[in-house]
């Protein structure tokens, strides 16, 4: 079985719906930051303000390559993953990409969520206004987003009903519920 990967925006829900896809599918689930925080020694947050974005980027685009090319895994990317081309083919090519999408509203108070409760900070979203920067993101990388196999508006669902939307849309030869 090919990877299952998802992608999206910040705050799209891509690792808890990972999460409930592994226990779903019993395949593992690969957060592609996590081993980018294990690989450098520090978080995210520590990487950009150390060393800027250009170095995550390239860690990350290490990383993506190496999990694309292996197999039966549930893959988390971060948000600008799938922005980069060496990445978007990498991920097409190793196994069926999900773009979880949302409206910038809700990822706003999602990621308002995130904040309070201390889950994960993200130094792009970091200025004074950060719903005008999710709106600028997002336009910019729409076009990217749009070229997953599969797009799944989040909006109105919760974790469990997107799960069953992209278990729905697998070919049918690869794990379904349990
Ligand atoms: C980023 C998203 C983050 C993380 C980094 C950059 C982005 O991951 O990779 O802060 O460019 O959108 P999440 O999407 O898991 O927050």
Known sequence: MDNIIL???????????????????????????????ERAGKSIEQIFADEGEAVFRALE??????????????ISAGGGAFVDPD???AMLAGGMVFCLQARPETIYHRLKLDNETGQAVRPLLAGPDPLR????LLAQRAEAYGQAH?????????????????????????????
Not at 17 to 34: H, K, N, Y
Not at 133 to 136: A, G, K, L, V
């Open 7 to 37: 992608v999206g925006f910040m705050a799209s829900g891509k690792s808890h719906v990972g999460r409930i896809l592994s226990e779903r599918t019993g395949m593992p689930l690969v957060d592609a930051d996590s081993v980018i925080v």
């Open 61 to 74: 685009r290490e990383v993506i390559a190496e999990l694309c090319s292996d197999k039966g895994q549930i």
């Open 87 to 89: 990445n978007r083919r």
């Open 133 to 136: 920067r999710i709106r600028e």
């Open 150 to 178: 599969h797009c799944i508006d989040t909006d109105e669902l919760t974790p469990e009903e997107v799960v069953e939307q992209a278990l729905n849309l697998l070919p049918t030869d690869a794990p379904s519920s349990t």
